[in-house]
């Protein structure tokens, strides 16, 4: 690839880009597309300022009007439908609302979501033309369902996780496009990983072993980074195994880039960089969660604190310009991926019209997919499919039968796409002629009986206008399963609050009581609140009816308390007690007659039941699995008066459904999860028998939630007693197997056989059935395949069975399909805990053929030995910096990934190292890269292992030269080289005049002159793209004095704040009392500081002895090279503070300390501790050498061995050098704790500190 | 004073308080000491609750108050000038940036002073004498919509402004040092709906202890802004137009139209 430079033309102006170039100034490179995505967005990033780059680090991206960047939201939604409403100013309907995820994931077809998701591009590239929204969508989500109380199941695929992945794979490809350069729409996968339980979700670690990690929860993320080139991912709130995911650089760059090889970026979930620092208190200032996340892997904040912090966070030296580039280069790659910074006419997707949102085509799509989800759960003598001809009546009864529910996630569909079952049901009758008399009646409600309230406190106001508050939180007892969190919010709350719930309260004083107020919020329906003395069941004293049914409309999920007040009950309780808040939901009014009327007078009374976003959804988990309201009263009831019931259920997952699945007179049960915007178009084909349901559950269907362990238990195996989860390991009877679905026809299954009855780990088998249709309808049957391994040790508690293979098929009524399914034995590991890779069971591997998890029709066997054979996989390479300057190195580096996900010693592998463009960076064999000139350049890794080669590449730019050409004094050239520094030993007197020319002409040189002899003249050389300077000093200096300290220091010796009580010369030394105060950012208070000028390149010596060593928290004492109290190089003998050192351990041994402040700004290079070395009488000789800008520490504790402290770089002004001691500034981590957690500070004695000597000699050019 | 007999005002400015003390509006206002004083057609001394204890006239309306190294620095309805005010509200100066707009809102991190004009201008100072200017749409010509800036807030690291566009959005933005600006969403949730806010603010400010901005605007809108983009909240008030939002500690004031004053304990 070669650099094409062009003349600014007009196809870049139709990009709408300010013409901030002049017409004769070459295309950037980040325009040009003749250079790959990488390297314009490499050539890009490094244009841009740091507060640009700052405000580029979060989802909504800085439009940046010189370099002709526009602003752009990374966050869009697009589960099922671009999350978005109409916009009649640009010509856009509402978007298409396709059936949830919970809903296809019951399609068991991954062409399925495909094909929606493909529609959901198109959409989303028509509304971008508006530019109204982006094209990077945080879609699809793939945790497999572990617990079907999470709140968010509703967007989930289902519980397995080759299920998910399947269908996930679908929804990416459909997404992604076919295009081979640019993507039609970007999808991330979420939430990485592990994000399982709502109510705990910022706060809470879910922890697993790895083979639970590697087997159940990664294998999504695994499956579609590998096969189909998932491009994001996004990291989640929680903890795995107490490390953040957002601050792992093991989650996310070991495993999910160089394991995996994802190629992209990742964005952390909104506030998860924050969750960082107040969630999990992982670390203790916002600067700090800033570089966590950033070293970790997240490249985006869905926040503010990459916005507000990342130049702070720099400037502390805590984060590079390296990790803030590659953050950024990531985001852009994906974006220039998608087209944006091309001509339109290059980019295939352009051409979507405004009118493709919520085209008849796509509203006709929705209808069919809705169509095929639908799963039927009973069909007891022919019941269903209706037969309209011969029906006089139906009664349409429930919350949801003229409702559309859309579930989680969903944008603002055309009200007039939008179709209810009534709606279907009734179109469709009509449409067909037949004549039926439907009646609608509602009957029921859906309102929540559970996780009713937030609660924050409580108030007790007494008769004489006094109020106490209480902390409702802060409770001395409580019911199970309540908790104690603040979700989004700042307040603490008791949550999870459940019908029958309680929290007591010891020593509230009622005496005299006049009102009670409780400070709450509801995050759904509400409840009542009753307060009640001595027990849950006690006298009460007031009640609240907090519910949004009475009008209350207080909060949501995110709110904080909003106080409800009743006046109290006077019962003549004095003095205090123990009250309970006692939490209870409303309760329902009885079925009504008219609805009951209806049933009995129908042929057929059809029930809607289902959940809607109130019983649970993001934030809020379910705490039970019943049907939310009277909706199982309501069922129960209309089949006492109507034996041709049937009930459809609209839900987020699994319900309980044992109380009513045997009644007799509820022959016909059907299920579906949230349908989308033409789900009673939907229901209304699949009841009268139009389609066929041909829809497999997702998940296990639990008889109860009490055969779950704990939400919070993320093992999959049986763990503290509790039983096992999903269809691997839940061992007890469930009303619904995993995968199980009737159909109105019949399908016989025969002939299994299967390709070879012998494999190793890295053969395809393939599995194959005959699948008769003997019934009378034509329809649509998934035949899925489980694998089991009976011959596995018992001891390893491997899956009763694992689904590896499924397709969905149609089958015309008597007809025969073959049903061919390969499976890869390569996808049957397990994974080795002790060797941290992949394995394989020798021995049988049985493939169970079947209807569902539990109807196994037919049964092959093959028997496996061998080993996988390692080959190569997952090669990244990079060299830790993305833009260099001439001149500057870097060594490359890589890593090398199995296929069975180990790590191969790089040592071992044989690699080669190319540059597309060694005349702007060079490589070596040895992959040591060289800067030489302006310009991008690709290096590529190509790494051999075992005869297969598998290469990465990245991109480099080279900046613009900040050297100089030349450098004169009076006219006389002198050397300077690539030195910051150059020092003149000279007579005091006139400073000569300094001239400095550029090497590159593109950069401004700015020259401020000295005054005169000593003193500094500064060059400033700036490049105007960037605002990246470089400076240059020329330090003029005279011959500076030794001391021996045997009277009071004169000329040339100054003092910085001198204090006269702290200090004297005494036995042929320098005795300096530590003072308070020091120059540590911005305390610059420390007196005494004793310095003369040497403003050249120099060797102090002094020896130092203490009366004690240094003590807490940070008295320090030492040399120090001086131009101001925020520029200096210190190299002092300090106090080490540890607050977690016990007492009894006597006083911590003090440190050698190298730390350069520069602005303001501190950075400790080196923290060197002294145990064992020092000398009890605490003395040290110590060096510091200065050449050029480069400042070598010595230390030596008998004055005449000495060894190397460190070395630190700074570029000081007019320097002086000399002496210091002081009491020290509290260490930063330390400042934001003060006396937390009982720790009391040290209190120091008054450190006395003796210089006998100090010795310099100058060096420097003449 | 209309409908108003001469009486009742003579009555009420015998009893120390005058007739605008009844009906003025306050659009500002700032803690001093356990209450706050706040501006608007007059000066008038709050407590903790929002109950008024004194007032004072002014020349001029004021539409801005803050609060900054123990000076107070207002601007006027005219929107010329950035006046610095004593603690009992004389002026003691006036300066007059060198903006086209009108200065609309005032705002301060605790070390600089920041403005926004109706002409898209931001302002900043160090001393309310010598200003900075950004001229917002001159800058963003053609990537962000011409602005008329309403109101500005600054803190926890972050600058925030809000206008309306040309055809009256509202629009909002935020920056970490001044110079560069990126849009804020609006998007928010309403029973388990997106919607997207679209009201004239009116004015904006930061509350440390939730680490929010908070915008006010018609329709007795207060909208949090916390620094998760996906976490905004919507509340409104049962007042016409909310004015302003004051954080103070763990509590707040409202100010609103028709003499609405109340805490916000959110």
């Known amino acids: 690839m070669h650099c094409i430079r062009k003349i600014f033309s007009c196809s870049v102006l139709a990009l709408g880009i300010c013409t901030v170039l002049s017409a004769q100034d070459p295309q950037p490179i980040y325009l040009n597309t003749a250079y790959s995505f990488e390297e314009r967005a490499t050539d890009l990033v490094s244009r841009l300022t740091l507060e640009e780059k700052q405000s580029l680090l979060g989802n909504n991206m800085a439009a940046v009007p010189r370099l002709g960047v526009k602003n752009y939201n990374i966050w869009s939604e697009a589960l099922h439908g671009v999350l978005s409403g109409a916009n009649p100013a640009a010509g856009l309907l509402g978007p298409t609302s396709f059936p949830n995820s919970v809903a296809l994931g019951s399609t068991w077809d991954p062409s399925v979501t495909e094909w929606m998701a493909s529609a959901i591009a198109e959409e989303a590239r028509a509304i971008f033309q508006t530019g109204t929204k982006g094209l990077t969508f945080w879609s699809p989500v793939v945790e497999p369902v572990r617990d079907p109380r999470w709140g968010r199941t509703g967007e989930s695929y289902g519980e397995d996780p080759f299920l998910a992945a399947t269908m996930a794979s679908g929804f990416v490809r459909g997404l992604m496009g076919s295009d081979a350069k640019y993507l039609k729409a970007v999808p991330t996968a979420k939430h990485y990983f592990a994000n399982n339980s709502e109510f705990d979700r910022h706060v809470s670690s879910s922890n697993m072993d790895s083979r639970d990690m590697r087997e159940f929860y990664l294998y999504p993320y695994k499956r579609l980074i590998e096969d189909d080139h998932l491009p994001s991912i996004m990291s989640s709130y929680n903890a795995v195994n107490h490390v953040p995911t957002s601050a792992s650089a093991f989650y996310l760059d070991t495993l999910a880039r160089r394991t995996y090889g994802m190629k992209g970026y990742v964005t952390g979930d909104c506030a998860a960089i924050e969750d960082i620092w107040n969630g999990h208190y992982y670390v203790e200032t916002r600067e700090q969660a800033t570089a966590a996340g950033l070293k970790a892997g997240v490249d985006s904040d869905c926040g503010s604190i990459y916005q507000r912090f990342a130049i702070s966070a720099y400037e502390q030296g805590i ?79 429930g919350p949801q039968a003229d409702d559309v529910e859309l579930g989680p996630y969903s944008g603002r569909p055309e009200q007039s796409a939008m179709i209810s079952p009534n709606a279907g049901i009734r179109q469709y009758l009509e449409k067909k002629g037949y004549d039926v008399d439907v009646s609608l009646v509602t009957g029921g409600n859906i309102k929540s009986k559970s996780n009713l309230l937030y609660v924050a406190w409580f108030e007790v106001e007494k008769t004489d206008g006094s109020v106490t508050r209480y902390d409702a939180t802060k409770y001395t007892a409580c019911a199970d399963g309540i908790t104690v969190g603040s979700g989004m919010g700042e307040e603490e709350q008791v949550r999870t609050i459940d019908d029958g719930s309680w929290t007591a309260y010891d020593n509230v004083d009622i005496t005299n009581i006049e009102n009670l107020t409780v400070g709450l919020n509801i995050p759904t329906e509400g409840g009542i609140v009753e307060i009640r003395v001595g027990g849950p069941d006690g006298n009460l004293i007031g009640r609240i009816e907090a519910t949004r049914a009475s009008g209350a409309r207080v909060g949501g999920v995110y709110g904080a308390s909003t106080p409800m007040k009743t006046a109290a009950l006077k019962l003549g309780f004095n003095g205090p007690q123990t009250v309970y808040l006692v939490y209870k939901a409303p309760q329902d009014a009885p079925i009504d007659e008219e609805t009951l009327s209806a049933a009995r007078n129908a042929d057929v009374a059809v029930v809607f039941v289902g959940t809607d976003e109130n019983t649970a959804t993001e934030e809020a988990d379910r705490l039970t699995l019943l049907l939310p309201g009277n909706q199982l009263a309501l069922i129960k009831a209309v089949a006492a008066v109507n034996p041709r019931t049937v009930v459809v259920m609209q839900t987020l997952g699994c319900v309980e459904v044992e109380e009513f699945k045997h009644l007799a007179q509820v022959p016909g049960i059907l299920w579906t999860g949230y349908n989308g915007q033409a789900q009673g178009e939907a229901i209304a084909r699949v009841l009268f028998g139009e389609v066929n349901p041909g829809g497999k559950l997702n998940a296990t269907w639990y008889k109860s939630v009490q055969d779950l362990p704990a939400i919070t238990d993320y093992n999959l195996r049986r763990s503290a007693g509790a039983g096992g989860r999903t269809l691997w390991y839940f061992n007890r009877e469930v009303s619904y197997p995993f995968g199980y679905g009737l159909s109105y026809t019949d399908f016989e299954y025969s002939n299994f056989r299967i390709s070879r009855s012998t494999v190793t780990p890295n053969d395809k088998v393939t599995v194959s ?416 050498v200065k050449q050029g800008d480069i400042y070598t520490a010595w230390y030596s504790v008998d004055g005449r061995k000495y060894e190397k402290a460190g070395t630190a770089s700074a570029v000081l002004k007019d320097i002086r050098v000399g002496v210091m001691a002081c009491e020290g500034a509290m260490p930063a981590m330390m400042r934001g704790f003060g006396g937390r957690g009982g720790v009391q500070l040290p209190q120091s004695a008054p450190l006395e500190v003796s210089f006998d000597e100090f010795k310099i000699v100058n060096s420097g050019l003449r | 004073m209309s409908g108003r007999s001469l009486i009742l005002p003579f009555f009420l400015l015998l009893a120390g308080w005058t007739v605008q003390a009844q009906e003025a509006v306050l659009r500002s206002a700032v803690v001093s000491g356990d209450g706050y004083l706040a501006a608007g057609d007059c000066l008038a001394w709050l407590d903790e609750r929002g109950v008024i204890s004194r007032t004072r006239t002014v020349q001029v309306p004021l539409v801005a108050l803050v609060s900054l190294g123990g000076s107070l620095y207002a601007a006027d309805s005219s929107g010329r000038d950035v006046l610095q005010l004593d603690a009992s509200g004389d002026v003691l100066s006036r300066t007059a940036p060198a903006v086209r707009g009108r200065i609309r809102s005032l705002a301060t991190d605790g070390r600089e002073l920041f403005g926004v004009t109706d002409a898209g201008e931001f302002i900043r100072s160090r001393d309310a004498r010598s200003w900075q200017v950004l001229d917002f749409n001159a800058e963003y010509a053609g990537y962000y919509p011409r602005m008329d800036f309403r109101a500005v807030a600054a803190g926890g690291g972050a600058l ?104 916000d304990p959110r």
């Open chain 1, 769 to 1184: 059935v005959d699948v008769r249709n003997t019934g009378d309808y034509d329809g649509d049957e998934v035949v899925q395949i489980y694998v089991a391994t009976p011959d596995s040790p018992a001891s390893l508690e491997r899956p009763a069975k694992r689904l590896k293979g499924f397709r969905r098929v149609t089958i015309p009524r008597g007809q025969t399909r073959t049903v061919s399914i390969t499976v890869d034995c390569a996808d049957l590991w397990f994974w080795d805990m002790q060797a941290d890779r992949m394995t394989y069971d020798p021995g049988r591997y049985v493939f169970e053929i079947g209807s569902s998890s539990q109807d196994i029709r037919g049964r092959v066997t093959a028997v496996m030995s061998g080993s996988l054979e390692r080959r190569l996989k997952t090669v990244v390479a990079d060299c830790g910096v993305s833009v260099m300057r001439i001149g500057d190195t870097a060594q490359g580096r890589f890593s090398a990934c199995m296929n069975d996900d180990s790590f191969y010693d790089t040592a071992r592998a044989e690699v080669l190292w190319t540059s597309n463009n060694p005349g702007v960076v060079s490589v070596t064999a040895d992959g040591v890269l060289k800067a030489v000139s302006m310009g991008v350049a690709t290096v590529s890794c190509a790494v051999t292992v075992d005869g297969r080669t598998v290469t990465d590449c990245f991109a480099l730019k080279v900046m613009p030269d900040l050297g100089l050409a030349s450098l004169k004094l009076d006219g006389k050239p002198v050397r300077l080289g690539d030195a910051s520094q150059v020092s003149f030993l000279r007579k005091a007197g006139k400073a000569p005049v300094v001239e400095a020319v550029a090497a590159d002409p593109a950069i401004d040189v700015d020259v401020r002159q000295a005054a005169r002899i000593p003193g500094t003249a500064v060059v400033t050389l700036s490049d105007r793209e960037t605002g990246d300077s470089r400076v240059v000093t020329v330090n003029f200096g005279t011959k500076s004095s030794g001391d021996s300290f045997q009277k009071a220091p004169a000329s040339p010796w100054s003092w910085v704040r001198e204090d006269p009580s702290g200090w004297k010369v005494s036995d042929g030394a320098l005795v300096l009392t530590a003072g308070k105060g020091d120059i540590a950012q911005a305390g610059n208070d420390a007196t005494n500081i004793l310095l003369q000028s040497a403003n050249t390149d120099w060797t102090v010596d002094t020896r130092m002895s203490c009366s004690a060593a240094p003590a807490a928290p940070a008295q320090n004492a030492g040399l120090v090279a001086y131009e101001s109290d925020d520029n200096f190089v210190k190299f002092v003998y300090s106090a080490t503070f540890n607050f977690r050192r016990q007492p009894d351990a006597g006083p911590a041994p003090g440190q050698l300390q190298l730390l350069v402040e520069e602005n303001g700004q501190q950075k400790t290079l080196v923290s060197m501790s002294l145990e064992g070395i020092i000398r009890p009488d605490n003395v040290i000789w110590l060096r510091l």
């Open chain 2, 160 to 263: 925030m402004v809000a206008g309306v566009d040309v055809s009256g959005h509202l629009a909002v933005f935020t920056s970490s040092r001044g110079t560069v600006w990126a849009e804020r969403s609006l998007d928010y949730r309403d029973q388990g709906q997106s919607r997207l806010l679209d009201t004239v603010p009116l004015s904006l400010s930061y509350d440390p202890v939730q680490d929010s901005f908070c915008l006010t605007g018609g329709g007795g809108v207060l909208f949090s802004m916390p620094g998760c983009s996906h976490c905004n909240r919507l509340v409104r008030y049962p007042v016409d137009t909310l004015y302003a939002r004051i954080p103070s500690g763990y509590s707040a004031l409202l100010l609103g139209s028709g003499g609405f004053r109340t805490n």
């Open chain 1, 319 to 397: 984060l590079s310009m390296a990790e803030i580039d590659r953050a950024l280069i990531n985001v852009f790659t994906i974006r220039m991926r998608t087209g944006e910074f091309d001509p339109e006419q290059m980019v295939p997707y352009t051409k979507y019209e405004p009118s493709r949102v919520s085209s008849a085509a796509n509203r006709a799509l929705a209808a069919e997919i809705a169509s095929r989800t639908l799963v039927l759960l009973k069909n007891e003598g022919g019941i269903l499919p209706l037969k309209p001809g011969s029906l006089g009546s139906i009664a349409l009864i």
